[in-house]
């Protein structure tokens, strides 16, 4: 279930933004200070916070100064009164992704926690190297304007190579992280895959170095066009 955290201090508005978002099948966890978010954000996983500037404690700019530095990347919608205009920029220069306006329509803020929400989604669910993006998702791997397909070991295997791209990685280590415990060493089925993947992606992107093991080398893949 997706789980927002709601750091608002005015009773009122933090039961409205609760109840609403429950009502769409949201888990919520209310906090009323500033000290109180930046706990809660740190030690439970949420996937996005809802953030009232003018908090107790430590303020929401002070809050989201706080979690970003520690590497937090769930996206924040940041509250703010209608006279903050200063502090609405501070926070979006302090790495809040968007901002309502107080008083604000619960159905847009809705719509762009849904929206916030998706585009964290599609970031999660991709990996790049260099021109070539590789969906999590979908097991296909884009260049410019093409998609291309990988099944099965193919996406497998690539995924493991994105993963630690730039890396030298065993032969063995490849055929336990593909083919798991049937990671036969006598075989030739990891040269057959790595043959696919050249086929499909483009002779140099994968490296043999031998009686090391191979690489990713994202910045030898021609981006076409
Ligand atoms: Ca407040």
Not at 176 to 198: F, H, I, M, N, T
Request: glycine residues 10%; proline residues 4%; negative net charge.
């Amino acid at each position: 279930m997706t789980r927002i955290l709601i750091a608002e201090d005015e009773d009122r508005i933090a039961s409205f933004l609760r109840k609403g978002f429950e009502a769409n099948g949201y888990s919520t966890e209310v906090v009323e200070d500033g000290l109180q978010a930046v706990e809660l954000a740190r030690d439970a996983d949420f996937d996005l916070m809802v953030l009232d500037l003018g908090l107790p404690e430590r303020s929401g700019l002070e809050v989201l100064s706080d979690i970003r530095a520690r590497g937090e990347k769930m996206p924040v919608i940041i509250l703010t009164a209608r006279d903050e205009v200063d502090t609405t920029v501070a926070g979006l220069e302090g790495g809040a992704d968007d901002y309502m306006k107080k008083p604000f329509s619960f159905e847009e803020l809705l719509a762009r926690t849904r929206l916030r929400l998706r585009q964290a989604d599609e970031i999660e669910s991709t990996i790049t190297a260099g021109p070539l993006i590789l969906d999590l998702h979908r097991h296909t791997v884009t260049l410019g304007d093409e998609v291309i397909e990988l099944p099965g070991r193919e996406f497998a295997l690539a995924e493991v190579l994105f993963r630690h791209q730039g890396d030298v990685l065993s032969r063995q280590a490849l055929l336990e992280a593909v083919w798991g415990e049937e990671g036969d060493p006598g075989s030739k089925k990891l040269e057959v895959y790595v043959l696919y993947l050249r086929r499909k992606l483009g002779d140099g992107v994968i490296e043999n170095l031998r009686g090391q093991g191979y690489r990713l080398r994202p910045d030898l893949v021609t981006s076409p066009g």
